[in-house]
């Protein structure tokens, strides 16, 4: 194994509905209401935490229950709006029987649908078909960056398995993504997204046998690729990430070569600036139960190489 930057070799693309739930029975009818239709359910039962687990999880839809939401229900609402993370993902929110006019109005413009509990069999399941097919996380192409969304990249994923073929599956994503925005806010952290989509596009346009390109959310990307292609690609992609974004950074950080961070009690620390870390899954010595697990080995690699600074690139080189 060869090494750049500290690069290291060693779950899945599923759906995820995040859902802030407060009470066992509802959990539970929830998670087995959409079972059928392959989600995984991430309960969560603190409503502050319902906006990070929502970014964190990539997931393809929120739901929310009215009851024991407490007050600061609309105002984190808006939050998941206001946040290019989150805000197209599609939220769904679960109100009591027989909801008054003056329950479901802070909603209105917030939500795209509510169901009204104990809902119906099939019911919750087909509101949010309705939901995500109008829009949101699984549209097909990536609103930002116009570049296949996270359904065509599981598609392509799955048609590559059954196809017998050798590949490569890279997930790239932005490290200290979180800081840039902190200090120059989210529409230059849509740019710096774009540049990271341009390297793709352009390292990816000289690559044989039709790369594919995908765009799944905020800073990660896909790419699936010949094998032998993987590595070299990844590391272009890197390298130019790296030469074009530094024109997004201010005089001062570029001479600093840090961002300057001011924490929550007013310390101010560097840290560096943002570069590419890419987890790598192949069938080349091994093979794959299903699209599922090939989506893991490449969030496994991916997380071994974000342990080193600068951009990294993580292989995976097991046999089983």
Same mark, same amino acid.
Request: glycine share 8%; aromatic share 6%.
């Given at each position: ?111 795209? &649908? ?10 919750? *399941?087909?509101? =949010?078909?309705? $939901?995500? +097919? !109008? @829009? ?107 030469? &074009? ?10 001479? *600093?070569?840090? =961002?300057?961070? $001011?924490? +929550? !009690? @007013? ?54």
């Amino acid at each position: 194994m060869t090494r750049r930057h500290g690069d290291d070799d060693r779950r899945g693309d599923a759906p995820v509905c995040v859902a802030h739930v407060v009470d066992d029975e509802t959990a539970a009818a929830v998670t087995a209401e959409l079972a059928p239709d392959g989600y995984r359910v991430s309960r969560v039962t603190d409503l502050h935490a319902l906006r990070s687990a929502v970014a964190r999880e990539r997931s393809a839809i929120a739901v929310v229950d009215l009851a024991g939401s407490g007050g600061d229900l609309r105002q984190v609402l808006r939050e998941l709006r206001g946040d290019h993370r989150t805000a197209r993902v599609p939220l769904l929110v679960l109100v009591p029987a027989l909801p008054t006019s003056e329950e479901l109005l802070p909603f209105g413009g917030i939500a795209d &649908d509510y169901v009204v509990r104990p809902w119906t069999p099939g019911e919750l *399941r087909t509101r =949010l078909a309705w $939901v995500v +097919r !109008r @829009g949101g996380d699984l549209s097909p192409m990536a609103a930002l960056t116009g570049l296949p969304g996270s359904a065509l990249a599981r598609e392509e994923l799955t048609r590559r398995l059954s196809s017998g073929e050798t590949f490569a599956y890279c997930r790239l994503d932005l490290d200290g993504f979180a800081a840039f925005n902190e200090v120059y806010g989210y529409g230059r952290g849509d740019q710096l997204i774009l540049v990271l989509a341009a390297a793709l596009r352009r390292v990816t346009a000289d690559l044989s046998e039709q790369p594919f390109v995908a765009h799944v959310d905020g800073g990660d990307f896909v790419l699936i690729c010949a094998a032998e292609q993987a590595r070299p690609a990844c590391r272009d992609i890197a390298d130019m990430f790296e030469a &074009d974004s530094e024109q997004l950074y201010d005089e001062g950080e570029r001479v *600093r070569g840090a =961002l300057r961070v $001011v924490d +929550r !009690r @007013g310390h101010a620390h560097d840290v560096p600036f943002v570069t590419v870390s890419a987890g790598v899954a192949t069938n080349e010595h091994r093979t794959f139960a299903g699209p599922h697990q090939v989506a893991d080995v490449s969030r496994e690699m991916l997380a071994f190489a974000k342990r080193s600074t600068g951009s990294s690139i993580g292989v995976d080189r097991r046999k089983t």
